[in-house]
């Protein structure tokens, strides 16, 4: 019970005038980024952490927590006012959520929404109290060997579960990524590597501008490319935008359900908000007894999918605090925040903060509590919001890239950076590659490369210890059968008696 | 262009640049001077990685042949070329020759007040849409780069380029 009590201490040191302040208007923010196609919640964050470098510690989190938390609840906006998510993770909220609109019950959708949004993040963040500090103990006898695996199972599974075709794309991207941490002086012997002669390059690419690069340039190219969305903006007189309470009473499983799926994803590294949206949708779907309305404006689709994404959000922090490997992008960016604010995510935060946990599911609740306020009291405001004209926003995005990057370092070499990697992330995505393994690659480079040499160091170049510790042989395992589930007999043979379970059930 | 062909050329290109990384890892210095376990030498793992690259490069390529059989998946499609070079002109433009060349409030008030201009002018308005949307351009692009300006160098103490 200490993580609720540690949550209680939290939040008696985020209720104060200033914390509230910046609470209330960068969840505001985070809701209008998000609510705009082709702004997502990864960008928002990383733009947001070039504008509090200055601010203190704990409000600079606040702000990003409440930006991430925003973010991802605005993008169903634009999922049921437009058809477009405003962030992936909101993909599934426009299966239900735009029918709604089209009907006239655009209000209803959005409180619907914000509703299973906030308890989708308040499910979240119990288990992130209770899971994080024992999770952290754990790790704390994680050696070389265990950091190496996690750090492959990390890139392994996000680069699978991310892939919008093939898995091999995702591997791909994950490799990528890691090629791009082997630039620069490494962490064993300060050797400096791949640099080119190009002095710049002796430290190594930095996360945020291959971030902002990567989410933000790259998306304001996505956007300009893509053609703009149709507004439903119909209206029925019955439409009301706080919900009903026998709707939510009725689909209290559900909301249940997809939270735990929701957080139970963002716990698994760099797989992010849509998956939890359309895994809670899928399991929503299957259990529920009006799966034909799934897709036609079903209240209970628009819930799971909205409960699912927002779960993911302290689910995703769970690893990105204990383990410094993060759940989805958006926490890749906060931990790279995380360092620059001098706290240091990783097995000792429960020794050298061991406050630390409470005081984030704190922050997510307050983000939570504004979200909810916002959502219920602002509909006509989210609407303007998505008129805004792409030629006057876009180049307001590209200027916070250019300028929050450099002023990172001050070095006008970054924003090079920032502008190469926008290029390839837009070209990559156009054909296919996530952006999550990347990003995790890059993220998670040192820890894989200093692991495996250190580990063989130890071990005079034995492998044997890689396979035979116990929670190495785990993660080995994990990995194996991972591989092996893209092999088609493979998956045959293993999902083969699910497949007669399910078919002895619907008999 | 479509996906398969796209694959096809992608696997060849990441071919050259696993078999690089691997090569590069190779010849990686050892640092022998300095006795250090040769375990840990700094090319190890770009050389494990060069060479997984190779290997994927390998099965891009492979299935790349598949994907052509089960239908024919384009990239770059449904979208507007020119808005797409429109904006990577401009932004380019803005981030690599502008910024450092020109103080950083003029760089930012152009490229800011060009960009909204290209993409809002109404060719075929009347004279008076036109004006507004010059007039609406230049007071974004001045709004930006003395707003940006105050908020990075006065708040942020950031010496702008």
């Known amino acids: 019970m200490s993580g609720l009590q540690d949550l209680v201490a939290g939040l008696t040191m985020v209720m104060t005038p200033g914390m509230l302040f910046h609470a209330a208007w960068s969840t505001l923010l985070g ?10 919640a990864t960008m928002g964050v990383a733009l947001m952490t070039t504008l509090t470098y200055s601010l203190e510690s704990e409000a600079a989190i606040l702000v990003l927590i409440c930006m991430y938390v925003g973010a991802i609840y605005g993008g169903s906006r634009s ?17 239900d959520g735009y029918p709604l609109a089209r009907a006239g019950r655009a209000g209803y959708a959005m409180g619907l929404a914000t509703v299973g949004s906030a308890l989708g993040t308040l499910a979240g963040i119990v288990m992130l109290v209770m899971i994080a500090p024992p999770l952290a103990e754990a790790a704390l006898n ?12 990390g890139i392994l599974i996000s680069g699978q579960l991310t892939a919008d075709t093939t898995p091999l794309k995702g591997y791909i991207a994950g490799i990528l990524g890691l090629m791009a941490a082997m630039i620069g002086s490494e962490g064993i012997h300060a050797h400096v590597r791949f640099s080119m002669g190009i002095s710049d390059l002796n430290a190594g690419i930095a996360l945020i501008p291959a971030m902002v690069g990567a989410f933000g340039f790259a998306e304001v190219l996505t956007a300009m490319w893509n053609k703009a969305g149709v507004l439903a903006v119909a209206k029925d007189k019955s439409d009301r935008t706080i919900p009903e309470f026998h709707d939510l009473w009725r689909y209290r499983v559900t909301i249940l359900r997809s939270g735990v799926i929701g957080t139970l994803v963002g716990i698994i590294p760099g797989v992010g908000e849509d998956i939890g949206a359309w895994g809670s949708y899928a399991a ?19 819930i799971a999918a909205e409960t699912g994404n927002s779960a993911v959000v302290p689910g995703s922090l769970i690893p990105a605090i204990t383990l410094a490997v993060p759940g989805s992008a958006s926490s890749a960016v906060l931990i790279a925040a995380l360092f620059i604010h001098g706290i240091r995510p990783g097995p000792l935060i429960m020794i050298e903060q061991p406050h630390f946990v409470g005081l984030i599911g704190a922050m997510l609740v307050v983000a939570t509590l504004f979200m909810a306020i916002y959502g219920l ?11 805004v ?12 890239c250019v300028i929050g990057t450099y002023a990172l370092s001050q070095r006008l070499f970054d924003v090079w950076v920032m502008v190469a990697f926008g290029l390839i992330g837009f070209v990559l995505r156009q054909m296919k590659y996530p952006m999550a393994p990347l990003v995790l690659g890059i993220i998670l480079g040192d820890l894989l490369d200093k692991s495996l040499r250190r580990g063989l160091t130890l071990t005079d170049g034995d492998l044997l210890p890689f396979f035979m510790r116990p929670v190495s042989a785990i993660f080995v395992a994990l990995i194996v059968l991972s591989i092996l589930f893209n092999v088609p007999p493979f998956r045959r043979a293993v999902t083969a008696p699910l497949r007669r379970i399910g078919r002895r059930r619907d008999a | 262009m479509l996906m398969a062909k796209a694959d096809r050329y992608t696997a060849v290109a990441l071919l050259a640049l696993g078999a690089a990384m691997l090569a590069g890892g190779w010849t990686m210095d050892r640092l022998e001077i300095r006795q250090i376990h040769p375990a840990s030498i700094p090319g190890l793992v770009p050389m494990i990685l060069g060479g997984l690259l190779a290997v994927c490069a390998g099965l891009l390529f492979r299935a790349s042949y598949a994907d052509a059989k089960r239908g024919p998946e384009a990239i770059m499609v449904g979208g507007s070329w020119s808005r797409l070079g429109i904006t990577t002109a401009t932004c380019l433009v803005y981030a690599l020759v502008l910024i450092g060349w020109a103080s950083y409030f003029w760089a930012t008030a152009i490229f800011t007040a060009v960009f909204a201009l290209l993409f809002s002018y109404p060719a075929g308005g009347s004279s008076r849409e036109k004006a507004i949307a ?24 950031v010496r702008l380029p």
């Open chain 1, 31 to 40: 809701i209008v980024v998000g609510s705009l196609p082709g702004l997502t």
């Open chain 1, 79 to 95: 999922a049921i006012l437009l058809n477009i998510p405003g962030t992936p993770a909101s993909a599934a909220t426009s299966l």
């Open chain 1, 142 to 153: 994680f050696g070389s060997f265990e950091f190496f695996w996690l750090a492959v199972f």
């Open chain 1, 284 to 302: 929503a779907k299957r259990a529920s007894k009006e799966a034909d309305k799934f897709g036609t404006g079903s209240h209970e689709g628009l």
């Open chain 1, 377 to 387: 009291s602002m509909t006509r405001l989210f609407i303007q919001v998505l008129r």
């Open chain 1, 389 to 400: 004209p792409y030629a006057y926003l876009m180049p307001v995005v590209f200027v916070l």
């Open chain 2, 134 to 157: 010059v007039a609406g351009a230049v007071m974004l692009g001045f709004g930006i780069g003395f707003g940006s300006a105050l908020l990075f160098e006065r708040l942020f103490l």
